[in-house]
């Protein structure tokens, strides 16, 4: 199982930008599907979770800024970031749980992707 991040970049304050990871292998399912950042000098956070039913749950920092979205069929999770902030500058990496492949059942992390939001 792969997970592989794309749409990180450089923003301006008050900017937007959308992330989306895609999961790849013998894949029969995906429980939770997440995203996760590292800010220098600091500890991998949650920024957001979305379950298999479309369930979202947000960091408090992001709420009302951020959206999850998930697409099962092409298993692909999304992470729609407005109003960034400097402090939202950061490694965001996708996290998929439970993920049930021919195999066995297992926690996958991507390689992560960097967003800086700076003027």
């Known amino acids: 199982v792969q997970l592989v991040e794309s749409g990180g970049g450089l923003v301006q304050p008050e900017g937007s930008l959308r992330l989306s990871c895609t999961a790849s292998?013998?894949?029969?399912?995906?429980?939770?599907m997440a995203w996760y950042r590292q800010a220098p000098g600091s500890q991998r956070e949650l920024v957001a979770l979305i379950t298999s039913g479309g369930s979202p749950n947000y960091a408090d920092s992001v709420k009302g800024r951020f959206t999850i979205s998930r697409d099962n069929a092409k298993k692909m999770v999304y992470l729609q970031m407005n109003s960034l902030k400097p402090e939202d500058t950061a490694v965001y990496y996708c996290?998929?749980?439970?993920?049930?492949?021919?195999?066995?059942?297992?926690?996958?992390w991507g390689k992560g992707t960097p967003v800086t939001v700076s003027s």
């Open positions: 996290y998929a749980g439970a993920v049930q492949t021919d195999v066995a059942v297992g926690d996958y």
């Open positions: 292998g013998r894949i029969f399912s995906i429980d939770i």
